[in-house]
């Protein structure tokens, strides 16, 4: 296992040593060419729970639940493992409020799900649909035009932001700055570039947050500004918050699961020609993408000390839901590897669990779902391009960074 530069500090007293691992998941051995296996390579066969030192950045330690059964357990249980603080971006703001609704715990979290559940319902995304299909058939025809495609620049990071600028009510035209903005904070290295990128954000946010007060239309911000939250009128600052949260959270996470999927498809022409002779599996085919490509890793904060599955945790430390130690589990779903679109029982938990389930799982499914419609209806057989290779990532939110594609 490769070893983080520096010398980690000791893990605190009440770990026991055989439980303690340093690595990054980046750093994992085949991480830049299957994230998801190099983690569960990692981590599937050992010990249910380790201890990981400097796991997300130099200092951060957290443990790190390496069963579906076990992940799926602290994600209902926000008394235990809360959600305070779990993100960094008030912090690249210079600012302590909490990200809405991700970083609020029940009973307070309720209120922003009882605001925000209704704009993503599966009955509003139904009606949003011939938006989505207009996006993608427009993207398919430029692509078809050239060729040739890097699917992540003229597909899978563009998409899922046309389809975002119109549920906000924001103009088209802000595309290439937002691609920009959310690259800046969510991928860069550079902590200045962080910082710029989520003040741009901000300060756009804010800007389209005053121009809907003057003049409301049918779309998410104005419903954020005019709906009352627990009887009472929303706050500016709140209404930038959950905006940002949309922003951060319904962008990167649909481009990285579209990344995996066609990744998968182009190297396995096998599985894309089923997809093509029947259409109609191209629901389970979602869901299995979804299931062996599960792109999220959230942490928590401890609440009190507890012995957890026959490990003490103590109050204050961090424990990290890897999502792709769910899917790739052994004891959940039989050959966790294969991608096979005709499992039985797919109970996977790729969108979490509990209070905090992903509320724009509707939304991403039909994304992903009329993606690959458009792209096995119009496009050619396609595979990665000779002489190249597709890369991808384990940092933050997992994902495809490159993927050059013919036909
Ligand atoms: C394939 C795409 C997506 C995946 C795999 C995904 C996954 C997740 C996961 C695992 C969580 C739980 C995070 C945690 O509790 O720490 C979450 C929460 C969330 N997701 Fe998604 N997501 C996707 C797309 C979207 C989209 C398109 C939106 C846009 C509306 C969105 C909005 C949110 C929000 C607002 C939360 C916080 C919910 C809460 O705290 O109650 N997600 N998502």
Redesign the pocket.
Known sequence: MTQTMTEPAPAPAHVPPELVRDFTFQSLPGAAEDPMLAVADALRDGPPMVYVRNLRFEGYNAWVAARYEIIREA?QNPELFS?QS?TSFSGLLDESWPFL??ETDPPE?SI??TL?NPL?APKRMKAVEADIKATAEKLVSAILAKGEAEFVDDFSAVF?IMIFLSLMGLPFAQAAKFLEWENGVLHSRDLDVRKRSAFAIRDYLVGAIEAKKVNPADDVISYVLTTPVDGRAITDQEALSVCF??FV??LD??T??LGFMFKHLAENPGHQQQLRDHPEQIGEAVEEY?RAY???T??RLITRDVVFHGVQLKAGERIA?S?PLAGRDGEAFANPDVVDFSREKLDHI???AG???????H??RR??RVALEEWLTRVPPFRVKPGERPETHAQGVFGVDYLPLVW
């Open positions: 994600y959600s779990i609704p991700i979290h922003w799900r925000l993503f899922p949260m949309l959270a319904g996470t649909v990285a699961a979804l599960p792109i999220v959230s942490f839901l999502l790729s969108f979490a209070p905090h389930r992903c509320l724009g799982s939304l991403a994304e992903l």
